[in-house]
């Protein structure tokens, strides 16, 4: 390259540079104005069938409000969680770092949110959460974090009371408990709140996520002959459990419990046969009786042809009430909107929801339903009654939250 | 006596190919699936039992007279890259024609329930696996061991060069040991339907097993293959009989601590 030539291009290149300084901090301005929302979903590995619908949960929720929040757009991220600590904090914290997320939705499995959520108190994003560990606002709550299920006090208390209520002699359970996070918690209240109704159980066999052959723990569970079987696990677990429980012959003849159920996900891959006398627990059902929930049940079924469960309604729900942080705040700062959303009160999806500002537990009903016999079924979804409701919170012996933080 | 099954299919494909087959897994969940569509389209289990897995075998067929057949002369990676691909587009593939939600079925009503065997309670329907899966592997050995196609193909995994210098049509015995091998998935899957239920990764959890299997038994082994589904699925029983949490690291336990001894496998020589 000749000297002229040379010229030219470091004339050019000068050009291009001063181009940029004027054109790019348009461009930073523009991208600060959005508001980066992520959701860390299950795409691969254990939960992967959920992942999608996850997403759609989210998505109606932004798509509610036209992806806009307090007038600046809504720049919606979507991260495979792949149901692995690693993966996911790595690909949070990249998202964070790299497109400016700070409000982050997810992931679907308890051990890999309480990693998640070591991520946004360190990068200081607001997160929100849905499942079973009471860990997020319990030992390991901070200011970032918050639970939107309801407290796995909450959801023992209404399932043992409640199926107690219906089957008084139901005295000898046995127990199929997923080993991890969630199960653990889950497990822990339901013995507590047995107790109270004079609970003898016969038995409680721990099964690693992601089992699939469940017949050596039923055959367990048959020998101990008990009155009832809980199983305190979820999605594919449930399904091979429940499955498995009734190829032994236990169900129908002894009740079945899902204490932690997804519901629809969970109760549209068994046969009606194998629901029979299956009693379930769970954070959402379609029939609720809010207005909010049939709004969204509409909606859902009109888009995607069956009712949601869960999932996509807890996904659905979290973006919700972050969204009614931001309106209360009338800011998009997380310190604002996470200020606005301790001690929030709305009547949303499950009904009245308040947020506890102590330990960022969602205070809020809990759903207990029994699966119909077939013959009672008006349509394919037709999968169960809902029995009871329960909202009783955490009494504060067990709170394990003793100081939220600061920021 | 399905691990048996499984391994025993797996084998045969592995020691013509002299590389696991990871569509096999694959193969096992599509028996599940057209077992189902069977019987939904003819109203008859028994006879869906039959055409399922032969389903399957004429896939297998397929698989290795379009694809596999065209990599024999490229090496083993092209073979294990193939067969790698395959089994996610057959994944895929279940989910778009069955779509990605799993869903139970019923065996038929005189097999459903429990029967008390004094010792413990055990379902029906899974007997009667094991009698069936039981007589599968009893006709396959007998095949293998006791008629001439049988000492062909076992001949033809010892050593494919001889067989072909005794002018026997060794692709076409490739083909056969490959739709073999893909029919043996596929009634493991079929009848491992009732049982565990069908989803689109149910092929994922039963191909980690059938390794296991393969490796126990020595690779390519078909005899050892039999006694090592036998052998991980009977330490699976007893390690569960005390140690339930413990009975699916069972069958790895059990793979490592042979493996440890005898590298080769229970049966191998290689």
């Known amino acids: 390259m000749s000297q002229r030539k040379r010229r030219d291009v470091l004339k050019i290149g000068a050009l291009g540079a001063a181009a ?44 509610e409000r036209d992806m806009k929040i307090q007038g600046r757009p809504v720049k919606y991220i979507v991260r495979d969680s792949a149901t692995q600590a690693g993966a996911a904090t790595r690909r949070v914290e990249e998202a964070v770092d790299g497109e400016g997320a700070k409000f982050v939705i997810g992931p679907w499995s308890s051990g890999v949110a309480l990693a998640v959520s070591e991520v946004a108190k360190r990068k200081k994003v607001l997160h929100y959460f849905s499942g079973g560990t009471e860990d997020i606002s319990g030992a390991r709550c901070h200011r970032y974090s918050f639970q939107w299920a309801a407290s796995p006090y909450t959801a023992a208390k209404t399932v043992v009371d409640n199926f107690m209520k219906a089957n008084p002699k139901a005295k000898r359970w046995h127990l199929l408990v997923a080993d991890y996070a969630f199960g653990w918690s889950v497990e822990k209240y339901v013995k507590e709140v047995g107790k109270t109704h004079g609970i003898e159980f016969v038995g409680a066999d721990r099964h690693p996520l992601g089992e699939r052959e469940f017949s050596n723990y039923v055959q367990k569970a048959a020998a101990n002959r008990p009155d009832a079987v809980a199983m305190i696990n979820f999605g594919l677990d449930a399904v091979s459990g429940a499955r498995e429980i009734f190829n032994f012959g236990l169900t129908p003849k002894v ?11 969970e109760l549209v891959q068994l046969t009606p046969e194998i629901r029979e006398n299956i009693w379930v627990g769970s954070n959402f059902y379609y029939t609720a009786d809010t207005p909010v929930a049939k709004n969204f049940v509409k909606n859902y079924q009109a888009k995607f042809g069956n009712p ?6 807890a996904a659905y729900g979290m973006t919700r009430i972050m969204l009614a942080g931001f309106d209360k ?59 009871a ?6 009494p504060a012996e067990y709170a394990a939250c003793k100081d939220i933080g600061g920021f | 006596m399905l691990y048996a099954l499984m391994g025993l299919g797996l084998s045969l494909i592995t020691g013509i190919l002299n590389i696991p087959n990871f569509a096999h897994g694959a193969l096992f969940a599509v028996g599940a699936y057209l077992l189902v569509t069977t019987v939904n389209a003819i109203g008859n289990f028994w006879l869906a039992l039959v055409l399922a897995p032969i389903g399957v075998a004429l896939l297998g067929l397929a698989i290795e007279y379009a694809g596999i057949r065209r990599l024999y002369a490229a090496g083993h990676d092209y073979q294990l890259l193939f067969t790698f691909g395959l089994a996610l587009i057959i994944s895929e593939g279940i989910i778009i024609i069955w779509g990605p939600v799993g869903f139970s079925y019923l065996p038929p009503p005189f097999l459903r329930g429990g029967v008390d065997l004094g010792f413990t309670f055990y379902p029906k329907y899974r007997l009667f696996v094991m009698v069936v899966a039981g007589l599968l592997v009893l006709a396959t050995w007998l095949f293998l061991e006791k008629t001439r196609y049988g000492a062909i193909m076992r001949a033809g995994i010892e050593n494919k060069e001889m067989v072909s210098l005794l002018g026997i049509d060794i692709h076409r015995l490739f083909t056969v040991a490959f739709a073999l091998g893909a029919y043996l998935a596929g009634i493991a899957g079929a009848l491992t339907a009732p049982i565990r239920g069908i989803n689109p990764n149910m092929g994922v959890d039963m191909l980690g097993v059938a390794f296991v299997v393969v490796a126990l038994g020595g690779l390519g082994n078909l005899l050892g293959a039999i006694a090592a589904g036998l052998l991980i699925g009977v330490a699976q029983a007893i390690v569960a009989a005390y140690w339930t949490e413990a009975s699916t690291a069972a069958i790895f336990a059990v793979m490592a601590a042979v493996l440890l001894v005898r590298p080769q496998g229970l049966f191998g020589i290689r």
């Not at chain 1, 949601?308 to 309604?313: D, E, I, L, M």
């Open chain 1, 389 to 394: 409701t329960g909202d009783t919170p955490m």
């Open chain 1, 255 to 265: 009740p079945l419990i899902m204490t932690w159920s997804s519901g629809v996900e």
């Open chain 1, 20 to 63: 940029a300084g004027l054109g790019f901090p348009a461009i930073i301005r523009a991208q600060q104005k959005e508001v980066v929302m992520l959701g860390i979903w299950p795409a691969t590995g254990a939960f992967s069938d959920v992942g999608p619908i996850l997403d759609r949960g989210m998505r109606m929720a932004l798509e």
């Open chain 1, 329 to 387: 705040a009338k800011s998009v700062e997380v310190n604002d909107v996470i200020t606005a959303l301790e001690g929030i009160e709305v009547d949303d999806l499950v009904g009245r929801m308040r947020v506890d500002p102590k330990t960022h537990q969602t205070l809020r009903p809990y759903f207990f339903m029994r699966c119909k016999p077939k013959s009672a079924m008006k349509h394919a979804a037709d999968f169960a009654d809902i029995v």
């Open chain 1, 308 to 313: 949601p469960g869960y999932a996509p309604s």
